[in-house]
């Protein structure tokens, strides 16, 4: 009996933390959907294996109806082949994974790849202050304590409404699709 509850207390912490690691992009898609309404193909440039529970977390406030195409990456260097990727299946704009390695808000990796896709046209969002000094257009999430924070200066040929502070060439190797989310789509940038 007390192993049984032992183990169940153990799998009830280990939820929890996972629950607690997830980021909220609620408030992040809301803008973004306010902003944006055409906008539907959101681009992520990530470890997908590292970062999968984030990947659901941002698929289930994008809903039903919007689109994710996942770079699934493992070194910095591929952020140049990341973001071709991303171009070339036409992503409206990329959202930065705060818990990535080596592409999150504020890395050397992300940065290469957020002025790389705004020399092309496509914005990126993030979820920390540091993401802006990076080239991000906005940022909302925990790391602002929920406000809004937009960019005073655009780079690249980024043209895009910023959200008011008062108010396919290449196949998928793996689609996920569930009911009220948004489908996604894992490519390799290998």
């Known amino acids: 009996m007390n192993r049984v509850s032992t183990s169940l207390g153990v799998a009830v912490i280990a939820l929890t933390a996972l629950a607690l690691s997830a980021e909220d992009y609620q408030p992040l898609i809301k803008v973004t959907q306010a902003t944006w309404p055409e906008k539907q193909h959101v681009g992520v440039i990530c470890n997908y294996e590292m970062n999968r529970d984030q990947i659901r977390a941002l ?5 039903a109806g ?3 195409t ?3 990456v493992r070194l910095p260097d591929q952020a140049s082949a990341a973001a071709t ?3 070339n299946q036409k992503a409206d704009y990329l959202v930065l994974m705060p818990q990535d390695r080596f592409f999150r808000d504020g890395s050397l990796g992300a940065t290469a ?6 020399k092309r ?3 990126a969002i993030g979820t920390s202050p540091v993401a802006l000094r990076q080239g991000a257009v906005f940022a909302i999430g925990e ?3 929920g406000q809004l924070l937009v960019t005073d200066r655009l780079i690249g040929t ?8 008062a108010k396919v060439s290449q196949k998928a190797s793996f689609v996920l699709r569930e009911e009220g989310m948004a489908s996604i789509a894992v490519h390799s940038a290998r």
Not at 113 to 118: C, D, F, S
Not at 158 to 165: C, G, T
Request: proline share 6%; hydrophobic share 55%.
């Open 113 to 118: 790849a957020v002025n790389q896709l705004a």
């Open 121 to 123: 046209g496509v914005p």
């Open 66 to 68: 919007s689109q994710i």
């Open 158 to 165: 980024v043209h895009v409404i910023l959200p008011d502070q």
């Open 85 to 87: 990727l991303l171009v």
């Open 70 to 72: 996942v770079v699934d």
């Open 59 to 63: 698929a289930k406030a994008a809903g």
């Open 143 to 145: 790391s602002t304590e």
